[in-house]
């Protein structure tokens, strides 16, 4: 339950952080190509043994290009839903309503900071490096769904963010400096965000019919599945930047085992580490305990 999280803590916290963009990313701030942007729980280059380790580490660079592409992605579709579900809360609690345009000029913000860094990638990287979209396209997809199950996807998505960088990135020190920092900017405000949302479904739930409830989890997981073939689409995608990026062609086994190993460590970057959070998990059991265990249940096909 989200009643430990008050709009006024929240808020106070989200004003105390203050970075820009122009002060992590861009000009002197450059990405370090001969470091890995990602770490191996997520990157999965290793049991690739067919690579060598240079072509194992422009695969890497490579996710990790996709990594904070898709975030923008993401964005893309979080702010405006959060804001059409700020304006309601527009009148009467101030720090309601002020946590929650906090919120979306963040998520703004780090949509600026992920095409920065895209701009940055393409300046070190040879290749392009394709990747799923256009995010006006999966907005729309997305926002079709019932409210509830967007506002589910999107704490999905920031307490994975949160996991991401406690359990995975901050005490990884081959990782590019630079790159770990834009991470870190980005944890520090995804936390508040990760309270915000609790409390949004919470209030998007509250008065709504056990049915409607289970249609909204049932939209969450339809979206997961959604995800999930973009991530199959993303895989290939990546192969094929692979193949250009060194100037190797796979034989069909070594494809075969690229997908698989691939598209499974992709499922877990960004869907079984947000479905399995213990947060996120707690979210959805007060909605339903059966569609918790349900995740749970799912939670081993995605690791
Ligand atoms: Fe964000
Ligand atoms: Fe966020």
């Not at 979206?223 to 100037?247: I, R, V, W, Y």
Request: glycine residues 6%; hydrophobic residues 40%.
């Amino acid at each position: 339950m989200g009643y430990h999280y008050s709009f006024k803590d929240v808020l106070a916290r989200a004003e105390r952080i203050s970075w820009r963009v122009e002060d992590i990313i861009g000009g002197d701030k450059t990405l370090d190509f001969s470091r890995p942007f990602m770490p191996e729980t997520f990157a999965r280059t290793a049991s690739l043994d067919f690579l060598p380790s240079e072509e194992k580490r422009t695969l890497n660079q490579i996710r990790g290009h996709a990594y904070l592409t898709i975030f923008g992605l993401v964005e893309e579709f979080i702010l405006p839903f959060v804001l059409d579900h700020a304006r309601p809360y527009i009148n009467g609690e101030d720090y309601r309503a002020r946590a929650f345009l906090e919120f979306a000029s963040e998520e703004a913000k780090h949509i600026h900071l992920f095409r920065m860094f895209r701009q940055e990638f393409a300046k070190g990287f040879a290749t392009k490096c394709e990747v799923i979209g256009p995010p006006e396209t999966v907005a729309k997809h997305v926002l079709s769904h019932p409210t509830l199950s967007v506002a589910l996807l999107t704490l999905h998505i920031e307490w994975m963010t949160q996991r991401h960088w406690q359990e995975s990135i901050r005490d990884d020190d081959k990782l590019d400096p630079q790159f770990k920092s834009l991470l870190l900017h980005h944890w520090m405000e995804e936390h508040q965000h990760a309270q915000l949302d609790t409390l949004m479904v919470e209030m998007i739930a509250e008065g709504m019919s056990p049915k409607e409830i289970e249609a909204g989890i049932e939209g969450y997981f339809a979206l997961g599945s959604f995800l999930d073939e973009g991530l199959k689409q993303q895989t290939a995608f990546d192969m094929a930047a692979l193949e250009m990026a060194t100037g190797r062609t796979l034989n069909p086994g070594e494809k075969a085992r690229f997908m698989e190993v691939q598209h499974q460590a992709n499922r877990w970057t960004y869907i079984g580490s947000g479905m399995s959070h213990p947060k996120f998990l707690e979210s959805l059991g007060d909605l339903s305990p059966v569609k918790r265990r349900m995740a749970e249940m799912m939670a081993p096909t995605l690791s």
